[in-house]
């Protein structure tokens, strides 16, 4: 298999221009995270929490994500590589692959708290950064990017796409009898944490099976998600979908 349409992350990369933000910025971004800190550090995993404190992440000032990456790299070799905003599906496996978060500069009004239609640094900071931290799960998203990287069937593409979609993306975590989130879009967001903890979604056990053959919807709130143990349950699962491509290849 060849892989996607062959287009190089390299266009697509930028620079922060940090003095540029300026203090409504600022203060949109310290708004943004006083708004999600009660769900966050009562819902979220330990391992997001840790995480957190490891990139050192502020809650006053938009995140400097130079700074981010010097923390992260010595742990994990994952760093928040700013881009211009959406890449090609070849492009965004790329970068994965060579652990290179793709991560947007550009934050979201004032007028836009609750929601956005695209990733702003909010979503991509405060969502996925802190999780890039813990090994095991900076392992799969690592293997994911990798083995995406070289498939070119859309069909194939489609179906490991929702295997990241209910885990980078929605991912919950089972544990001590309660649900812990993980995912960027419900750490991100207050309707979708709100629609888990409330239990506005089933939440069924984690199964590689079920979720490659559960359609994602982008367009409301999330109707089933998939509860893991451990993040060994998930970095197995794609050892076990690379598995499954490379016989189908």
């Known amino acids: 298999m060849g892989g996607p349409a062959l287009v190089s992350a390299e266009s697509y990369l930028t620079k922060q221009v940090y003095d540029d933000y300026t203090p409504e910025q600022h203060a949109v971004w310290s708004e943004l995270v006083r708004r ?14 840790e995480g957190v404190d490891i990139i050192g992440l502020r809650r006053d000032r938009i995140p400097n994500l130079a700074v981010i ?72 998203l690592q293997h994911y990017g990798s083995v995406c990287a070289h498939i070119d069937d859309r069909l194939v593409l489609e179906r490991l796409g929702r295997l990241f979609w209910y885990t980078v993306e929605f991912g919950v975590l089972r544990r001590g009898g309660k649900i812990k989130v993980y995912g960027s879009g419900v750490i991100s967001s ?24 559960t359609p994602v919807k982008v367009d409301e709130l999330q109707k089933v998600l998939f509860a893991i143990e451990s993040f060994e349950q998930i ?15």
């Not at 903890?197 to 590689?208: H, K, Q, S, T, W």
């Not at 970095?235 to 290849?249: C, F, G």
């Open 190 to 213: 207050h309707e979708e944490c709100t629609n888990v903890i409330e239990g506005g979604c089933a939440v069924r056990p984690f199964d590689l099976d079920a979720v490659l053959e």
């Open 235 to 249: 970095y197995d699962a794609m050892d076990e979908a690379e598995r499954r491509v490379k016989e189908t290849a």
């Open 36 to 49: 999600r800190l009660p769900q966050v550090e009562e819902y979220a995993c330990q391992e997001y929490l």
């Open 69 to 140: 990456s010097e923390r992260l790299e010595p742990r994990t070799g994952w760093n928040a590589t700013p881009v211009s905003g959406f890449l090609p599906a070849g492009a965004f496996f790329e970068m994965l692959a060579a652990r290179k978060f793709p991560t947007t500069t550009w934050l979201r009004s004032r007028e836009a708290l609750d929601y956005i239609p695209e990733p702003d640094i909010f979503h991509d900071v405060f969502g996925h950064v802190p999780m890039h931290s813990h090994p095991v799960f900076a392992g799969f």
